[in-house]
C-alpha cells in the first residue's frame, strides 16, 4: 500500500528522459511506500521501467512528447503548449483527489514558475520563488529565496519570499523563529540599494518575522540567517558565484596535487566535492505554490532523481528537506 | 632623487594610523626612489617613522586630527569637513606642480568616490567607480567594476564603467582589445534584470568595445572576461561572496586536517589562502579619477601598506598593478 504519491516530468532535461526515469525506477526500489505518475514519452518509460521490474501498481504514465525547452520563452510555452509534459504534470499533481506529496521536474525554470502559478496557485495567489536550501560554515542551513525565479523584485514580493522562506524552515528544520535577513552591500541598515532600503522597514515592522538585518555577500552562508532574502537577479549571482568559487578551489586543489606530487591532498578535493557541489544551481524548491515543486538541475543523473523523491518524502513528513549527507550524495 | 611621489592618508582605518605609518616607513625603505606625504597626526606620524630612521627628506607630513568614520554620510563629511585627512590628501594628491604618481587611503568608500569627484575629477567629469582587479582560475585577472562605488547604477553608468575597466587592462596588462563582459542571471542575450537588458544593446554597439556578452556569476572568475561590467550591488556580493566562499572552504581544510589527524593538509590550506585571501574586500582602485586612488582595506597591516606601493609605482611605469605574487604577499 503506498503512502506517497508524486509526478515527475521527465522531460526537459539536458541528459534526456532515460537519467530521469531510471531514477525514477530505482526510488521505486528504495522507497516502498512510494507510488510515481510519470509524465512523457509512454513508450520509452514503459521499456526503461521494465528493466527495473518496477511494481506496475506503482506506476501511472501519462503519455506525451511535447516539451517547453529552454530556450522558449515561458509564458508563450505554458499558454501554447496544453500537451506538454511540464503543463501535464502541474495538473495532474494538482488533482485534490490524487493527494500528491509533490512533483520533480528538470524543466526551464521560468516555466515552472510560470505554470505554478497558473495550475498550483494558492488560495493568496502568493508569486512563487525559487528557493535553495544551502549548507553554511557552521554545519546549518541558510534558505536563499530568489534564487532566479523572479530577476526584477518589488519590496512587496521580497517580503513575501521572507514569508515563504521563513515558513520553509521552521516546517523542515523545527526552527520556532527562523532569523530572515536582506541579502545587502552593507550590515548597517543603511546600506543596499533601492529595493533593500525600500524593504528594510516593511521586514522590520513586520511582527511575525525574525528581521534580524542586513547580511552581506561574504557572510551569505555563514549561518548568520536561516533565511536569507534578495531579488532573483542578487541571488542567482550568490549561488552560482558560490558554486563557481567551489569548484575554483578544489580544481586548484588538484593541480596543486600533482604540482607536487602529492596525491593525499585529492582526498580534501573529494571531501569538498562532496561538501560543495551542490547541485544546487539550477535546482531548487518552488515555494508559494499549492504543492512542492522540487526543481532538479538541467543534468541531474538518477541518483539525483532518487535524492529529490527522498527529499520530497521527508517533506511529506515534515522532516527536514536536506540533511547533510544527503546533500553530498545529491551532488555526486 | 626621488623618482615617484605619493600621498598616503593615514587615518580612517580600522586599525588605527600606526599601521599605516609603519607600512610608509618600509616602504620608503623598501624603495628608494620613493617619497611620501602623510597626511594625519604629526606627532605620532614623526615619532612613528623615526623608528624606521626613514630619510627625511623623503618624507613630507600635513598634519590633521580629523577623520571621515565608516558611519558617516560620505557627501556630508566630504563638504563639511574641510580638515578630513581624506579631503586634505586628495586635494595633495591633486597639486599639478607635485605630481604624484597617485594616494592610498583605507577611509569610506563613499566619501573616496564622493571625494575623487569633487577634488580629482577629470576633464570630462567622469563618475569614477571602484575596480577590483581579481585572479582568475585560468592564471589569468579580471577587472570587476563596479564593485560597490555606485549601487544602483544607470545603463550609462555601466557604459563608462566598461571603458574605464578596458583601459585599465589595456594598460596594466597589454591587453590590445580587452574582452568586456556583463555580468548576468544567464548567458543568453535576453537573461538579466532590466538594467542588464538595457545596457547590452549600447555596449554590443559601441564598437571601441570588444563586447562578448553576458557571464554567468559561476564564470565571474574563470578568466572568460578581461572586464566584467555590473552595478555595485551586484558587484559587492561577487566580490563578497567570492572571499567568503574561498575562507569557508580554507576553514573546513583546517578542520578535516584536524579531524583527520593529517597535518600535511595544511599545506592545502595555506597555498589557498595565499591565493585567494586577496585582501579584495573593502579594497580596490578607483578609476575615472585624475590621479590614481588606490583603496586599502579597513584593516590593511604595514605589509599591505608596502605592496599598495609598489602598486601605485608598477602603475606609473604601465606595468601590471598586481602580479600572483604580490597579490598573495600582499594578502598574508
Redesign the interface.
Known sequence: MSQYKIVIDTLGSDKGPEAIILGAALALKEFPDLSITLVGPEELINEKIKEYEGDANRIKVINTNETITN?ENPYTGIMNKPNASLVLAMKEAGKIEENYAGMITAGNSGAILMGSFRFLSDENKTRPCMAAVLPC?NGSYTCLVDT?AT??CTSSQLHSFAHLGSDLMKKMYQIERPRVAL?S?GA?PTK???L?KETYPILAEDKELNFIGNV???????GDADVLVC????G??????????????I???VK?SKM?N?P??M??AQ??MK??DLGA?GGGIVLGSRKVIMKARGNSDERAIVNISRMLINYANGEAVFTKEQLAEASR
Do not use: C, P, W
Not at 216 to 222: P, V, Y
Not at 231 to 234: L, P, R, V
Not at 236 to 249: D, F, I, P, R, T
Open positions: 530556450y560554515a532566479g530577476i526584477d541579502l552591500n548597517e543596499g540599494n533601492h533593500v552581506e555577500g561574504n557572510r551569505a552562508l555563514s531579488d532573483g537577479f542578487a542567482n549571482q550568490v549561488l552560482k558565484n558560490s558554486e563557481g568559487m567551489a569548484k575554483q578551489l580544481t586548484d586543489i596543486l607536487r602529492k593525499e591532498f582526498e580534501v571531501y569538498l561538501t560543495y544551481l
